[in-house]
């Protein structure tokens, strides 16, 4: 993971308590709930130095207002937006690998951002594995709820439509982003996803392929480019039935042993330089399953095999 040879492994974990992107209240306590199920000591007993560098706090809030009357806490997602792109810039400069705690997936579009600058600076193009059941590329100008977790995407590739927001400092491009598992997108992002030139894998083509081939096809894009992976993984890219603390379930998504799969193999592949663990609400989970969950994930990317993982009993 882009680590030095017999140089101690440096990771940094930054808290994103936000719920400014939805409508749904309790992802403020995601990032709580992933330490609580034990993230930072189990990096920690797989070989990693961690650093627990406490929770974001998001700018001061524009004044600022948006012509389509749907778009809601503008104001709070530039704030957020703008602290957490600085911090990721920061925390990929000094450590081998951030990790984003969230909090709604609005955040992205401040963690992505943040490393893009840090790999524009070091003259590698930016790729990012978007695991989720939306592909979040609403703009300000087409998004119909207003929930602006689901305009991330297009922010961070720079598409227009986000003219009252700061621009970020580096953009990626779209074609550099794959995502997997979508299954739920409206119509506007269906013609937009064509136009720009993302590469998605949805729920009907992992059910086809599988996971192996599409997403090995991608990382071997990412290897020839000598680039850095972003991957941002939302609870709602699982299937709600093993994943319900999410207030965007969407059924048929992937199963527990298609999730730790695709985390395997991107460990295996050391490409994977930061991590998104997007759109926890531990108010609507099921004796912490979710939270648990996410964090085996997380464990097994970053090289935890299954003679490792203790048993748990629900």
Not at 234 to 263: K, N, Q, S, W, Y
Request: glycine share 8%; aromatic share 6%.
């Amino acid at each position: 993971m882009n680590t030095r040879e017999n140089d101690m492994k440096t990771c940094q974990i930054l808290g994103v308590p936000t719920q400014s992107g939805t409508s749904e209240r309790g992802c403020i306590m995601g990032p709580t709930a992933f330490r609580i199920a034990g993230l930072p000591e189990i990096l920690q007993e797989l070989g990693w130095q961690v650093t627990d560098v406490g929770d974001a706090v998001p700018s001061e809030a524009p004044v600022v207002s948006h012509s389509n009357p749907a778009v809601r806490n503008l104001d709070a997602i530039i704030a957020w937006t703008k602290s957490v792109s600085l911090k990721a810039y920061d925390m990929a400069r000094s450590c081998d690998f951030p990790i984003f705690l969230g909090g709604d997936h609005s955040m992205s579009a401040g963690t992505v951002s943040g490393v893009a600058r840090r790999a524009q600076e070091v003259g590698q193009p930016q790729f990012v594995l978007w695991l989720d059941a939306h592909t979040d590329l609403h703009t300000l100008n087409t998004t119909t709820s207003g929930n602006l977790h689901g305009t991330p995407v297009a922010y961070f590739t720079g598409q227009p439509g986000f003219e009252n927001c700061p621009a970020p400092v580096a953009i990626v491009d779209p074609r550099n982003v794959c995502m997997m598992g979508i299954r739920s997108v409206d119509q506007a992002e269906k013609r937009h996803v064509a136009d720009i030139g993302i590469t998605v894998f949805d729920m009907r083509a992992i059910d086809e392929q599988g996971i192996v081939a599409p997403l090995n096809s991608f990382l071997e894009r990412v290897r020839a480019a000598n680039g850095r992976l972003h991957v941002s993984l939302d609870v709602d890219f699982l299937d709600p039935e093993i994943a319900p603390a999410v207030g965007t379930t969407v059924c048929g998504g992937a199963t527990f042993r298609e999730a730790h799969l695709i985390m395997e193999i991107l460990h295996d592949s050391g490409l994977v330089t930061s991590l998104d663990l997007a759109e926890l609400n531990p108010f609507l989970d099921v004796r912490a399953k979710t939270a648990h969950l996410m964090t085996d994930l997380a464990a097994s990317l970053f090289g935890r095999r299954v003679l490792e993982r203790k048993t748990r009993t629900y």
